[in-house]
């Protein structure tokens, strides 16, 4: 079954460093692009940073110099670096990704990892 897996949420302090890391698995022929949304509890969920098959790529302008976003194709992982932590960027992450199956391309969600940044 096909399935994406985030993982490397958790408490972090104001400034700090966090990587979220997505791994796909399941029948994939390849994986065209990913990327990362966010959702605050009671707000809509919003686009942090995607990158294509490229490895081009495109951050929302909060994160923008302070988050970076890879892929290893090699694994069908993409992760999200993240540094100076602010406590706006609390939410719960979640990985998005379009997949090319035997059916054709079909966009996949994560569960979700929750990130909160306190002190």
């Known amino acids: 079954q096909v399935q994406l897996v985030e993982s490397g949420g958790g408490l972090v302090q104001p400034g700090g460093s966090l990587t979220l890391s997505c791994a796909a698995s399941?029948?994939?022929?390849?994986?065209?692009?990913m990327g990362w949304y966010r959702q605050a509890p009671g707000k809509q969920r919003e686009l942090v940073a995607r990158?294509?098959?490229?490895?081009?790529?495109n951050y929302a302008d909060s994160v923008k110099d302070r988050f970076t976003i890879s892929r290893d194709n090699a694994k069908n992982t993409v992760y999200l670096q993240m540094n100076s932590l602010k406590p706006e960027d609390t939410a719960v992450y979640y990985c998005?990704?379009?997949?090319?199956?035997?059916?054709?391309?079909?966009?996949?969600w994560g569960k979700g990892t929750l990130v909160t940044v306190s002190s």
């Open positions: 990158i294509t098959s490229g490895g081009s790529t």
């Open positions: 399941g029948t994939i022929f390849s994986i065209s692009g």
């Open positions: 998005n990704s379009d997949l090319i199956l035997a059916a054709g391309d079909m966009y996949y």
